[in-house]
């Protein structure tokens, strides 16, 4: 599986620590929309799946949003938004939200909920399992998104080191807190699901094509040409992944 992050903002306003984009949010590039276009002309049929991400996305202006969405939507109906912080008041109809929510491990917590609390459409959320949020039992967490009407999906993505935030997760605690929240019985109306590896690309604000990897147990990226997409392979390490 290849996916593709279209990284239309490296800006974000909340500098959570674990980001690993935290070291690039004061630039101020913004993808251009012809150099997104042209190059989905070309690579869309590449990936299984295309993310658009930032930074945070929601920041840049509404029209231009709505332009990324709508030329990713011309090319595939494979594809969603991915945000932490959001304007209930200009939500998009045309695309999935995949909604980051990581309990106090980030800043805005209170207000974020709130938006996840009335958010009107069908949403998944992403909960990135930094050495934050650790001292959140795992049935806590899970009861606290029941109360989530219109949520579909929970993933749990295992934190992946990185150069701004290099402190690391036994993998004996990662697979501790899989099997509690597999053992976990409540009745949930949601679906709880684990990270599985998938070749990572990123288009970046600059137009450049990055390919993901590891140093390691260091998560880095490299610049690569369109030839390479097929050639590149995401080596993730053992450590780092569920069993």
């Not at 939507?73 to 939500?91: G, Q, V, W």
């Not at 935030?165 to 699901?193: A, G, S, T, W």
């Amino acid at each position: 599986m290849k996916y593709l992050n279209i990284i239309t903002t490296y800006k974000c306003p909340f500098q959570c620590k674990f980001c690993y984009n935290i070291s690039k949010t004061n630039d101020d590039a913004t993808l251009n929309i012809d150099v997104l276009d042209k190059f989905l002309e070309k690579n869309s049929n590449k990936f299984d799946k295309i993310i658009i991400s930032g930074g945070e996305p929601s920041i840049t202006l509404h029209s231009y949003q709505e332009d990324v969405i709508n030329i990713v939507k011309k090319y595939t109906d494979n594809c969603e938004l991915s945000t932490y912080y959001f304007d209930l008041k200009k939500i998009f109809n045309k695309i999935r939200y995949n909604i980051s929510y990581d309990f106090r491990s980030r800043s805005h917590v209170d207000e974020v909920w709130n938006n996840l609390l009335n958010f009107p459409n069908p949403f998944d959320i992403t909960v990135t399992l930094s050495p934050l949020l650790y001292k959140y039992y795992p049935n806590k967490i899970l009861q606290t998104f029941n109360y989530l009407k219109n949520v579909e999906n929970v993933t749990f993505v295992p934190f992946f080191q990185h150069e701004a935030f290099p402190y690391k997760i036994e993998k004996r605690f990662l697979d501790q807190f899989k099997q509690l929240l597999l053992n976990c019985h409540f009745n949930l109306h949601y679906n709880v699901k684990f990270f599985e590896p998938y070749d990572e690309f990123n288009l970046t604000p600059n137009g450049e094509l990055t390919h993901t990897y590891f140093d390691g147990l260091l998560r880095k990226e490299k610049i690569i040409s369109e030839k390479d997409i097929d050639k590149c392979i995401t080596n993730y390490p053992r450590e780092v992944l569920f069993d």
